[in-house]
């Protein structure tokens, strides 16, 4: 018998099976499936056999499928045609069966590369030729630079290894990256894997890295990336509540404004391959089973050129823990229609051929799933007969020089200084020649890269860095971020006694924050808090507090102790995180990273449970996010210190006013009552961009970057429901010698901009007073109705 020995597994771990017959066991049924599909192995070999239409093939090399100057789509439907409906199904699920009479082999479609090439998914493995790659900083650090350019050519770099590897038989080429869920709660365990709480951010994240990664060629893709998790997914684990069994009750309003956002902006502005649904329901319906969802919104309206893919066993998830259909037959049916091309793991695989029989799908239905995997894959090259344009990639591309500082100026940009008493920092290795490095994160490695990461091409600790600064006195204080006792405070305490500075490198690792795993709290865990205290009353010199976490924490105790000079968030700064963190602590670098998501308070996560997916202040419920959020904060978003000090200007005089037309006059159009026009009614083609020229001076003694930040605030009108408190439009990322000025340019579109989302889900853009926040600048555009 065949048995899966976890039917729930976990999304790192690989269904581990026996295969003597022809038999799986699932729950308490057993049925017949296809042995060879579920029982492939995976090679590790040095050089990679060409997928397909090998010209040294007699009998394929003719097909027309392999005739590379025949249109993709000719060529997908000559290679449909010539399956069998049994082979069609062994291609629905992620480690799709080879067709070895028509020359294809058979291909894992589970790789990762969130924040470089990962061996998280059975896709990818590290060994031999190619021992590691290069671990870029976790997404929610990269995303606290705010650097567009440098989140593409992240992607680019992770793509060159990410071929180099495939080239080299120990990778794919279809990458289940990246995470554009908002980071709506600071609990969620997955924060770090995401761009932070705005969606306007994370929708340019996405699609800057999805650009990189892919690369620009409108219909040849160098790797095929993906979005997930679609949509409302970021709950894991909490309370007794988890992402199996989780029914996300969202409004129209908050799916428009919030959630979908960054989808949207994956499809439409980076032209992504491929977006994964999630585990959770929306609003009563499991996401891979919802028509509205994946058929209408993601191929429908946002005409997404690509496949949709499960998240691993979400189609069995809702079938044996949901309970959403009665039959796993109706389940595969269901999936299959509402649009799903993939199933990771061997769900359809095993039950499409009884829904084909029972009637409920039809053959044609799984040949639109296949015409949409097929053609990524030829898109990537796949049947070319070759290894391509990216073939002269090897293992000497992978972790160069070049990609390994580019992992040390990742780290550089999203490092945020959120304290510094007194100028305190940067340290002076002159005056600072003995440095007590302390905490439980002080020397880690592996800690600094985060989760869905790979085998890192080498690391450099908080301890390692420090010390090519200064003499140093290690203590770890406690052991591990549980911080379960205070036996190592002594030793501790004596340290930073001897010091001329004391450097304490606290905060989170996976074991606190990670998928499966949301946390119950916002403190520092166990005894650290009392480390810091303790340590910092003892410290001879200046105490600098280094912080290690993907979520936000509160400090608002070492915040307010004068005895803390300065606090360093790092997230998880990646392999050459220590010598980022000690380059901004002696001032090789100056900080220039800004918080991509609000700190809250520890007493918000008292109040407010992580199930509530309303994103707006409503009654003694505070909101969630900065642009809806009513309530004190550690650190706001889009907060951040730098060495140096900046001033804003408006270099030239903007418009004042805009007229905004709808396409034609009728009073359904222009609402009176909230006073307002449709987006969908308006003419936005025929609307001039307004450029704000921002002049960004460096007042200050060192060189710096500075990020510029653009906020809308929209007028209180007859909209109802807004609850906005203001919007990031737009922001530049712009680096300023000290005493010198640069402009920088801001073109705001009044329909992309400008508009606001009503209670019913539909965008609208309201007539009145819009006011930009630009710093301390603002500047008011009265928004008029043409008519």
């Known amino acids: 018998m065949l048995h899966i020995i976890n039917t729930r597994i976990h999304k790192t771990q690989i269904y581990k099976m026996s295969c003597n017959n022809r038999e799986l066991l699932i729950g308490n049924k057993v049925v017949v499936t296809f042995v060879f599909l579920l029982c492939l ?69 589970w790789s990762e590369a969130l924040h470089g090439v990962s061996d998280v998914g059975p896709g990818a493995k590290f060994g031999g030729a190619f021992p590691g790659a290069t671990s870029f900083p976790q997404v929610i650090t990269t995303a606290s630079s705010f650097n567009q350019s440098l989140w593409e050519e992240i992607g680019r770099v992770v793509s060159d290894e990410a071929r180099a590897m495939y080239n080299g038989g120990v990778a794919g080429l279809t990458y289940w990256s990246p995470n554009v869920n908002i980071l709506r709660d600071p609990r969620w365990g997955r924060g770090q894997e995401t761009p932070g709480e705005d969606p306007v951010v994370v929708g340019k994240y996405a699609a800057s890295y999805v650009r990189g990664l892919q690369g620009n060629g409108p219909n040849r893709l160098k790797v095929a990336a993906c979005c997930k998790h679609y949509t409302a997914y970021d709950l894991d684990n909490w309370n007794g509540v988890d992402r199996f069994h989780f029914n996300a009750k969202v409004t129209q309003q908050d799916l428009e404004d919030t959630y979908n956002v960054p989808f949207r902006a994956c499809v439409y502005d980076g032209n992504v391959a491929s977006v994964m649904c999630s585990y959770n329901q929306v609003n009563g319906k499991p996401t891979c089973a919802d028509e509205n969802l994946l058929k209408n919104t993601i191929r429908g309206q946002w005409q997404l050129n690509g496949y949709i ?55 044609n239905d799984i040949n639109l799933a296949l015409t949409n995997t097929i053609t990524v894959q030829m898109r990537l090259g796949m049947f070319d007969g070759n290894l391509g344009p990216y073939a002269n990639l090897g293992p000497r591309d992978v972790c160069t020089p070049i990609h390994q500082h580019l992992a040390l100026e990742a780290a550089h940009q999203g490092i945020v200084l959120l304290k510094n008493d007194g100028r305190s920092l940067p340290l002076s290795p002159t005056r600072h020649r003995t440095v007590a490095v302390i905490g439980p994160n002080s020397d880690v490695t592996e800690t600094m890269i985060g989760n869905y990461a790979g085998k890192a091409c080498a690391y450099t ?66 005894y650290q808090q ?258």
């Not at 003719?62 to 439907?77: A, E, G, K, S, Y």
């Not at 090519?468 to 405070?489: D, W």
Request: hydrophobic share 40%; net charge neutral; glycine share 10%.
């Open 530 to 787: 009392d480390l810091v205290t303790r340590v910092a009353q003892a410290s001879k010199g200046p105490v600098i507090l280094v912080l290690l976490s993907g979520g936000p924490i509160d400090v608002s105790l070492a915040k307010n102790n004068p005895r803390v000079a300065a606090i360093i968030w790092a997230g998880y700064p990646g392999q050459a995180g220590g010598a980022a963190i000690a380059d901004i602590i002696f001032g090789a670098v100056s900080p220039g990273g800004k918080l991509p998501m609000t700190w809250y308070p520890q007493d918000y996560v008292v109040k407010v449970p992580m199930t509530l997916m309303a994103m707006r202040a409503s009654g003694d419920y505070p909101g969630r996010t900065y642009r809806f959020y009513k309530g004190p904060v550690v650190f706001p978003f889009g907060f951040g210190l730098s060495y140096t000090t900046f001033t804003h200007s408006l270099a030239q005089n903007p418009l004042a006013q805009l007229s905004v037309s709808p396409y034609k006059l009728n009073s359904a159009i222009f609402n009176s009552s909230s006073n307002s026009i449709k987006v969908s009614h308006a003419n936005c083609e025929t609307f001039p961009k307004m450029p704000i020229h921002v002049e960004v001076s460096n007042t200050g003694e060192f060189d710096g970057t500075h990020t510029v930040f653009v906020f809308a605030e929209a007028p209180r009108n007859g909209i109802k429901g807004l609850g906005v408190n203001k919007q990031l439009i737009a922001f530049e990322k712009v680096h300023v010698t000290a005493g010198a000025k640069r402009t920088v340019q801001v073109d705001v579109d009044a329909c992309k901009h400008l508009g606001v989302v009503d209670e019913y889900g539909k965008r609208r853009i309201p007539m009145g007073e819009h006011k930009l926040h630009i710093g301390d600048l603002k500047h008011t555009i009265l928004v008029k109705p043409q008519l």
């Open 309 to 363: 893919v499960s998240d691993c066993d979400s189609v069995d998830v809702f079938f044996n823990q949901q309970h959403y259909t009665a039959t796993p037959e109706e389940a595969a049916a269901a999936s299959i229609k509402a649009g799903l091309d993939l199933d990771c793991g061997p769900f359809l695989a095993i039950f499409t051929e009884g829904a084909v029989k029972k009637g409920l799908l039809t053959e």
């Open 41 to 109: 192995v995976h090679s590790s070999e040095s050089l990679r056999p060409l997928f397909a239409c090998d010209s040294a093939n007699e009998l394929t090399r003719t097909l027309r499928f392999c005739q590379v100057n025949i249109p993709v789509r000719v060529r997908v439907q000559d290679l449909i045609g010539r399956l069998t409906l049994q082979e069609k199904i062994r291609l629905l699920v992620n480690n799709a069966a080879a067709v070895p009479r028509l020359g294809i082999g058979g291909y894992e479609w």
């Open 461 to 526: 600790t908080p301890l390692q860095g420090i010390s090519k600064y200064a003499r140093t006195l290690h203590q770890a204080g406690c052991s591990g971020v549980a911080c379960a006792g205070n036996q190592g405070f002594g030793a501790a305490e004596m340290a930073a006694r001897e010091a001329d500075a004391t450097v304490l490198v606290m905060g989170l690792d996976q074991s606190i924050e990670a998928e499966t795993r949301d946390r119950t709290g916002l403190l520092l865990p166990g």
